[in-house]
């Protein structure tokens, strides 16, 4: 199993990335996704996620910023950033997870919002 998070780089405050994290060696429409995330000297956080049909959860301090989508015919999941903010700072990874199963990570990927 792979899962292999790209997108992240530097990006002024305001501004937008969208990052992508592609999967191998699992059924990816049975499979929720999503994303987490840890800044530095903070526990890891909540970020977003979507499940195999396509329901939405998001953490209260990205809602109406962050949408989270899913290309099952690629099997990939997507995270599009907008209104980028300093706190948002920090290395992105993100999982699969099936009920009853322990999740799947990726490597993470880092994003950097300069003010």
């Known amino acids: 199993v792979q899962l292999q998070a790209s997108g992240g780089g530097l990006v002024q405050a305001g501004g937008s990335l969208r990052l992508s994290c592609s999967t191998s060696?699992?059924?990816?429409?049975?499979?929720?996704m999503g994303w987490y995330r840890q800044a530095p000297v903070k526990q890891r956080e909540f970020v977003a996620s979507?499940?195999?049909?396509?329901?939405?959860d998001y953490a209260d301090s990205v809602k109406g910023r962050f949408t989270i989508s899913r290309d099952n015919a690629e099997n990939t999941v997507y995270l599009e950033m907008d209104s980028l903010k300093s706190e948002d700072t920090a290395v992105y990874s993100c999982?699969?997870?099936?009920?009853?199963?322990?999740?799947?990570w990726g490597q993470g990927t880092q994003v950097t919002v300069s003010s």
């Open positions: 999982y699969a997870h099936r009920f009853s199963e322990f999740p799947y």
């Open positions: 979507i499940s195999s049909s396509g329901v939405t």
């Open positions: 060696g699992i059924t990816f429409d049975s499979y929720a």
